[in-house]
């Protein structure tokens, strides 16, 4: 099943605080783990933080659209922002080199290290942000095993 949620962020408000509320309610329906929470926040914060793609005279009476889209398999994160112009250097090509003593190249290796993958959109003027839900499952899967083998070997030495 397909989900769809939208957020419109205005930039006369504090960004950070709208995209943290979106998120987290999208988490919290979701139940996705703190980690992934943590990697949506900030590839999201970096995308529309980003001094390249926005200037304050653009801002001053923009917005910008997030729209969410749960599928069978993936959490998808797409930003629009209407006449506001992205700048697709934003994505790391493949094979290209990242230069990490810039901003810019600190923010493509931070957006591309926690998006499982990133689309552009030059038509549309949208980037989107898929995370993978598989390793979510991996996560949880593993804590629970982790909790419960802890579990295990208490009781164990307390028998002794």
Do not use: W
């Amino acid at each position: 099943m397909k989900v769809k949620k939208e957020k419109i962020i205005n930039f006369k408000q504090n960004i950070i605080n709208q995209i943290e509320e979106f998120v987290e309610e999208i988490c919290d329906f979701y139940n996705i783990s703190n980690s992934y929470y943590a990697n949506i926040i900030i590839a999201l914060t970096e995308v529309i933080n980003t001094p390249d793609i926005f200037s304050k005279e653009n801002t001053e009476n923009s917005y910008i659209k997030i729209f969410f889209s749960k599928k069978s398999k993936s959490l998808s994160f797409t930003i629009n922002c209407g006449n506001i112009i992205f700048d697709k250097n934003i994505i790391l090509i493949n094979g290209e080199k990242n230069d990490l003593n810039t901003e810019k190249g600190k923010r493509k290796f931070l957006i591309n290290s926690l998006v499982d993958t990133v689309n552009f959109n030059k038509s549309k003027n949208e980037i989107e942000l898929v995370f993978f839900t598989s390793g979510i499952e991996k996560e949880k899967t593993q804590e629970r095993k982790k909790s419960l083998s802890h579990y295990y070997n208490s009781k164990k030495q307390k028998v002794k």
